[in-house]
């Protein structure tokens, strides 16, 4: 009888950077914050949970396209065929190799991102008819305002149905998968196959210096770069051959024209020339 294969080496990543922890953690509070202020009919600390709520949310935002690489957007969304498949094998117990969130969960992201932002917008126009309303209730009028506070009461609601599915989805993963979803959230770190690349945590705008930069390697580096290499493995050059310290000079269409332009500007003046005296 052969021998189950045994599982691979493990080392421990640090996948989540600390702005999106505290991020995180601080919605929890402040969604609960809400709840509790509404319920216990504090509407001064219920709109100052509402402003800070915002704030986290425009924060949020900017971080996911600005961010590190588990953050943004583009980084860790997938397409719905992608949640779909992912959620067909949430009962099958397998080893963690997500390195941010899964295509399930980062659809799930993105639905209480935009719950929330529908929430904060509805509650700037909203009243009560007694004697609280939004700061831009008075420009959207009191018709609209009294919608607009209708939809925000049932898009709470349905926060509260999408943070019961993220609390659920979470016990399914320790319970069936054997994965803790909260230790990560919490200390940044996770443990992964050694053969999964670290992601990179250091904010879109800061780039490596090209200095520190490692010739054998193309991520993070120039275009430039990245085609010597290439070129390199088909022949067609080789590093050496091209400084990657000074790209090559590209001439586009507009740049071809207006050298052709200027050239046949200077030849007809210096054909034409000043008039010479006579004599």
Request: aromatic share 8%.
């Amino acid at each position: 009888m052969r021998d189950a294969d045994p599982p691979p080496a493990s080392r421990p990543v640090k996948v989540w950077d600390l702005p999106t922890r505290i991020f995180h953690w601080s919605i929890v509070l402040l969604v609960f914050a809400s709840w509790l202020t509404n319920r216990l009919n504090q509407m001064d600390l219920h709109f100052l949970s509402g402003y800070t709520l915002m704030g986290l949310l425009i924060f949020r935002l900017i971080w996911g396209v600005l961010g590190s690489e588990t953050s943004r957007f583009r980084d860790f969304l997938s397409t719905p065929a992608d949640a779909f498949d992912h959620l067909r094998h949430l009962f099958v117990r397998e080893l963690d190799q997500e390195v941010g969130h899964n295509a399930a969960g980062a659809w799930m992201v993105l639905a209480l991102l935009a719950l929330l932002v529908v929430q904060v917008v509805t509650g700037l126009c909203s009243n009560d008819d007694v004697m609280m309303e939004g700061p831009l209730a008075k420009y959207v009028g009191k018709d609209l305002s009294d919608r607009l506070g209708t939809i925000h009461s049932i898009n709470f609601k349905l926060i509260e149905l999408a943070v019961l599915a993220h609390v659920c989805a979470v016990l399914a993963y320790a319970v069936f998968k054997r994965q803790n979803l909260v230790r990560p959230m919490i200390t940044g770190i996770k443990l992964l196959p050694a053969s999964i690349r670290a992601p990179r945590l250091r904010p879109n705008w800061r780039r490596p210096s090209r200095t520190r930069r490692d010739p054998t390697r193309c991520s993070g580096a120039p275009w430039w770069e990245r085609r010597c290499r290439s070129q390199a493995g088909t022949g067609a050059g080789t590093p050496s051959s091209i400084s990657p310290s000074r790209p090559p000079v590209r001439r586009g269409a507009s740049d071809r024209l207006w050298r052709r332009w200027r050239f046949s500007a200077r030849r007809t003046w210096r054909e034409a020339g000043p008039a010479r005296p006579d004599g």
